[in-house]
Every structure is written in structure tokens, then in C-alpha cells.
């Protein structure tokens, strides 16, 4: 992990001074499509290029099982095709992947793309300490049942695979 350190000695005067940060820092971000996930993205993309590093977003869908669950389950008892619901997720990936490079393009930022299956917690922990990240980013989600069960910053922080940020609209 990178080395965030810095002396914050309170007899010094640290008004010009710029904090101590990891050089080609590694940000792994994770990356649904929602609004919040844009947010997290940009703001490590900001990020990486104050550091002169490397985004790394991540899409994690769901497990074959679990997506096609929540599509059957979605469509009101009709049976979901398993083919249809591995296109829709491979498209969705596709489309944010092309999102992410134009951004990366538009904003000279270098970025990579990761698409991945299984639990999101678990994988963005898992990539973050594959490519040994200095930080791992998340958008805050915006879902009332996250209050309740747990959003996806909650697990990542009780986990502490990784520094974490959840970036807040």
C-alpha cells in the first residue's frame, strides 16, 4: 500500500507545503453505471492525475445464478433466458467500458477497465489487492434497503482489505 503519511507537527507552518502521496499511485474504483459510481469514478480519475497514477475501474456483475434470479424475478414470474441475461449484462459492461476509455481520453487520465462476476465487495477487494492498489473508491449508494442491510462502502470499510473512499454527491 502506498504511504499517506505525513508530519503534522503542530509547530510548523504547513500552509505551502503539499502532503506526502504515493508517486503513480493506483486507484481502483468500482463502477455500476449509476450516478454515485460516475461521482466516485471522476473524482478518482481527479485523483490519479494529481498523483500522476492509474484509474482502474471495475464492473462487478452478478454471479450467472444471481442475475438470472433477479431477471426472472423482474419480469414478473416469465422466465428469463439465461443467454438473454448474460448479453444484457456483457452489453452493460461493453457500454460503460467505452464511457470509461472517452473519459479517460477526454480528461487525459489513464484508466483500465475490469469486468468481473460475484460478489462486489469480494471482488473489488480482490482487484484492489491484485493489482495492489493504493486505493479503493466507491460511490455512496442511494438505495433505502442499504440503510438497512449494509451498502457496499459499509462492507468494503468493516473488511479493511485496502484504504477506502466512498464518495459522496
Given amino acids: 500500500m502506498g ?7 503542530p509547530h510548523r507552518d504547513r500552509s505551502h507545503e503539499e502532503c506526502s ?3 503513480n499511485a493506483l486507484i481502483v474504483v468500482g463502477i455500476d453505471g449509476s450516478d454515485t459510481s460516475w461521482d466516485a469514478f471522476c ?11 492509474r484509474t482502474v475501474a471495475v464492473f462487478v456483475g452478478p454471479t450467472s445464478a444471481a442475475a438470472s434470479a433477479t431477471a426472472t424475478a423482474s419480469l414478473v414470474g416469465a422466465a428469463a433466458p439465461y443467454g438473454a441475461v448474460q448479453q444484457s449484462l456483457t452489453d452493460l459492461a461493453v457500454e460503460i467500458c467505452g464511457q470509461v476509455r472517452a473519459y479517460g481520453q477526454d480528461h487525459d487520465a ?20 491484485a ?3 493504493d486505493l479503493l473508491v466507491v460511490g455512496r449508494s442511494t438505495k ?3 440503510h438497512i442491510a449494509g451498502s ?3 462492507r468494503l ?5 485496502a484504504p477506502i473512499v466512498v464518495v459522496v454527491p
Fill in 3 to 9: 504511504d499517506y503519511g505525513m508530519d503534522c507537527s
Fill in 157 to 161: 470499510v468493516g473488511r479493511r482489505g
Fill in 144 to 146: 433505502a434497503r442499504h
Fill in 43 to 53: 473524482w478518482a480519475c481527479g485523483e490519479t492525475n494529481r498523483l500522476g497514477g
Fill in 110 to 129: 489513464e484508466v483500465a477497465f475490469v469486468h468481473t462476476q460475484g460478489d462486489p465487495a469480494r471482488e473489488l477487494l480482490r482487484i484492489a489487492k
Fill in 152 to 154: 457496499l462502502g459499509r
Fill in 131 to 133: 493489482y495492489r492498489a
Fill in 21 to 23: 502521496s504515493p508517486v
